[in-house]
């Protein structure tokens, strides 16, 4: 019995224990009440449209625990607020309350709608802070030159605002800041020189904004600089010694106004990683990059105005991009590149010579450009070793030959431009049984000839296609119905859109890839097609290009009936069959092709009348049905009444407007017949009565005068139908007199 007593008094003591320390937990709390209040402050200044704050409430007094809060465990200041887990729910403003928080050594406030508010100032009074993150905020106004205060600095986001004014100068002060980003802002005017006594900066991005002037000496004292980019600005003047930064990996001086020669220095800059210096006026002979690069990197190099021969490059690239300058000379320095290279664009040259046949060693390559060049010679049958290609330019050369069979193994490709060359030969089976994945096929302006080959229609993602200009014959394919892609809206993934490795971290001494290939680095290529669009070549690209289903057969000697079976392409925005032998009628559901914006149909031998579903089409925005042998009245409808009559001379036997107000001339003259009909027939009437009138006249006055029988009889009669008139008259008064005197 004595145990059972103390077993229970065991568990009382426990439970009563227990039940206190749990009172005890949640009367007590290890925030400081002055800083709750500020907190509460924070989040009545907010929007929560998600509830996420929805714990930050007077009634758990713990703020510790709150979403975002980090507190210091042994004082209980907060030292981190963190409101990124609802950024895309909150709008308002910057608490003035945030001081407050005087401990507070990292604040994000990153991706809050600040609905255009300006930068506060009280933030350079937080002299604690370590990390300021308020990029994409929708923030305006200047940056306080309080921030300089903030002297323990050492992250800085500010990027992707509207920001406007100057770099304060008294950034310099911010000697222990390692990371600036004030990208994606209006901010105009110099770079300070004081931003060389930043002397700590690692990372620093002034790109995209309205920044003018020169590149200020000083960025050469930043030793410890590792990543610069000050692209998309105005920046003048020559490119800025760097020989001070020796740990730079990222150099993107790209879209701006520099000009001058590239310093010999700046391409000696072993750690470099990616140096852009792209779309600037920069001049002159390309100086000989021989550098070792730890590791393979990219060069671009592109939109400005280097001429010569390209010089001795590094082995050890993964992309180059020289495209829009004045190169000449041969294709031989790409054979000096080894088989890293993923992206290489020569485009828009000078170039000449053949395409060198070193091809098999560049198995990694995604995208090649060399179109707008002066290329010959024929396709090499290397290509077909890039199994891993996926877009090929090589547009507006002087190739000649037929397609290479070895093109067939290539079958990751999706883009292929090969127009404005002098190719030859027919149109391989193998486009179609082996290129499934291609969305753009060019061959257009060339020298094929045969039929078409119905194995084209095999390839169902295609939405761009361009035979034109060629001496192709035969009839259309009736399976051209079956191009899916133009059929349907859906879009999968971005074909448009090609990633490549822009570095590849270092190689082991064996050439294998070190275990660190985890940290190499992706950048994209977007293509862009050259298509006739409502009468005019326009280059699509990007959005554009995904969007484009076109059909371009134009300029051939394509013959028989346009086939019923294209009308099934609902979504085909452009189909150009002009300057055929094309025959027959125009079918008459055409207007089953809803999305059609240009339709060009001309210099054929159509005959029959214009359907009468082309009025359906609403989208139309260019029609050309001229030269052909149309007849009957143009459909009535506004679409098809306001293109101008050149969209349908040519056609002698077609009318109504806007080619003429009244349909066709034989109708007309018919009308114009009856009329003069009826004219003759009442003139005819009118003489005839006028002649009756006088013969009978004359006659009747004539006998009077001629005849004393005839004067008598008349005037007799005359005479008693007088007496006869007034006896009638006198009766019928007399009876009405007596009527009425009654």
Known sequence: MRCILMLVLCVFLFISRHGLGLKEDANTSSCIDEERQA???????????????????????????????????????VIKLDLTFGSTGFTGKISPSLQVLNQLQSLNLSGINFQSNPLTSILGSMSKLQSLDISGANLSGPIPHQFANLSNLLELDLSNNSLSGSIPFSFGNLTFLTYLDLSQNQLEGDIPQSIGNCSSLIHLDLSQNLLNGSMPDSIDQLSKLEYLDV???????????????????????????????????????????????????IEGMLPNITSSYLGYVTL???????????????????????????????????????????FLDLSNNLLSG???????????????????????????????NLLTLEALYLRTNALVGELPMSLSSCIRLRFLDLGENKLSGVIPEWIGEKLSELYVLVLGSNRFHGRLPSQVCWLNNLQVLDLSNN????????????????????????????????????????????SGITSSEEDYFQDNALVKWKGKERSFERSGLQLLKSIDLSRNSLSEELPDEITSLYDLASLNVSNNKLHGEIPKDIGRLKSIQSLDLSRNEFSGRIPLSLVEITSLGYLDLSNNNLSGRIPTGTQLQSFNDTSYSGNPQLCGPPLSPRCGPPPVVEKKDVEEDDDDFWKSNYIGMGVGFAVGFLGICGSLVLSPCCRYFVFASLSHITDWIYVIVAVHFGKVERKFRR
């Open 471 to 514: 001496q192709l014959s035969g009839s259309i394919p009736r399976c051209f119905g079956n191009f899916t892609a133009m059929a349907t809206r859906s879009f999968g993934d971005d074909m448009t859109s090609h990633f490549y490795l822009s570095y590849i971290p270092l190689l082991t001494p064996g050439n294998v890839l070190s």
């Open 354 to 384: 053949s395409l060198s046949d070193c091809w098999a060693t560049k198995r990694m390559i995604k995208v090649l450009n060399l179109s707008n060049n002066n290329l010959s010679g024929e396709i090499p049958s290397s290509f077909g």
């Open 39 to 77: 907190l509460l402050d924070v989040k009545a200044n907010l929007i929560d449209l998600h509830g996420n704050l929805s714990d930050w409430s007077s009634e758990r007094v713990d703020c510790c625990k709150w979403a975002g809060v980090t507190c210091n465990n042994q004082s209980g200041h």
């Open 231 to 281: 692209g998309h600005n105005s920046l003048i003047g020559s490119i800025p010694n760097l020989t001070g930064c020796p740990s730079l990996s990222f150099l993107d001086l790209s879209s701006n106004q520099f000009s001058g020669n590239v310093p010999n220095s700046l391409v000696q800059i072993l750690k470099l990683r990616v140096l852009n210096l792209s779309s600037n006026q």
């Open 300 to 342: 671009d190099l592109s939109n400005n105005h280097f001429e010569g021969r390209v010089p001795l490059l590094p082995s050890r690239l993964a992309a180059l991009n020289l495209s829009g300058n004045r190169f000449s000379g041969t294709l031989s320095f790409v054979c000096a590149i080894d088989g890293f290279l993923s």
